[in-house]
């Protein structure tokens, strides 16, 4: 069946520092790949998305994702964290042929002054 | 920016209650989803809605759930009589494929006492 984890709950940071999200899925085929946010009280944004071709994908607000196959990994990058990024970030599946997504637990992020 | 709207953004009711939760998606997408996460936990699909009829439902999408677009604009989704597992935010979404790309709006907070 598919699946999604982000093995870590909560993540905090300092402003300015690097950060990377990880994000593993298990999916019979390729899959369609997605990086989502929830800042407090507002729904999910898409952050970025990757359906084929180039495995490193570039998003919104300067974050970029790397899919890798043989991990089986779809990380979240980020070289320069604000202040404002502090938000949940879902990991996502897309299940080809169906319409729905399968979401991970979700990851906390924490960004100190 | 277009975005998708929801109401009500809490609604606190009684067990037993039937409830109906809105949505207003954006004008020219044409699937429609909800999505809802128990406090603490993944968002799960529930249902997708493309052409006037539901064209996928998860295994929490029973008989109790019932979705309509009653006006070509509103998106709604009714529980008959409400659970206190059905506590949860829902979460209305849209998109214009069936790829994954979702449109979320900002959540509507059920609470069943």
């Known amino acids: 069946a598919q699946s999604v984890t982000q093995p870590d709950i909560h993540i905090t940071v300092s402003e300015g520092a690097s950060l990377e999200l990880r994000c593993n899925y298990s999916y019979g085929a390729t899959p369609y790949l997605f990086w989502y946010v929830q800042s407090p009280g507002q729904g999910l944004q898409l952050l970025l998305k990757y359906f084929s071709g180039d495995t490193l994908v570039q998003g919104i607000k300067g974050f970029e994702a790397e899919f890798k196959r043989s991990q089986s990994s779809f990380n979240l990058r980020k070289p320069s964290v604000h202040w404002s990024d502090a938000a949940e970030y879902f990991c996502a599946v897309g299940v080809r042929n169906t319409d729905k997504l399968i979401f991970g637990t979700g990851t906390r992020l924490q960004v100190f002054p | 920016e277009p975005e998708v709207t929801q109401t009500p953004s809490h609604q606190v009711t009684q067990m037993g209650q039937e409830v109906i939760l809105r949505c207003v998606p954006i004008?020219?997408?044409?699937?429609f989803y909800w999505y809802r996460q128990i406090l603490g936990q993944k968002v799960e699909f529930l249902v997708s809605f493309y052409n006037n009829e539901i064209s996928e439902k998860s295994e929490i999408f029973d008989d109790q759930f019932s979705v309509e677009r009653p006006d070509g604009s509103n998106f709604t989704l009714k529980i008959r009589s409400t659970k206190l597992e059905d506590s949860a935010m829902y979460f209305c979404?849209?998109?214009?494929?069936?790829?994954?790309?979702?449109?979320f709006g900002e959540g509507s907070r059920l609470t069943v006492l």
């Open positions: 979404a849209s998109s214009e494929q069936n790829t994954g790309e979702l449109f």
């Open positions: 004008s020219n997408h044409l699937y």
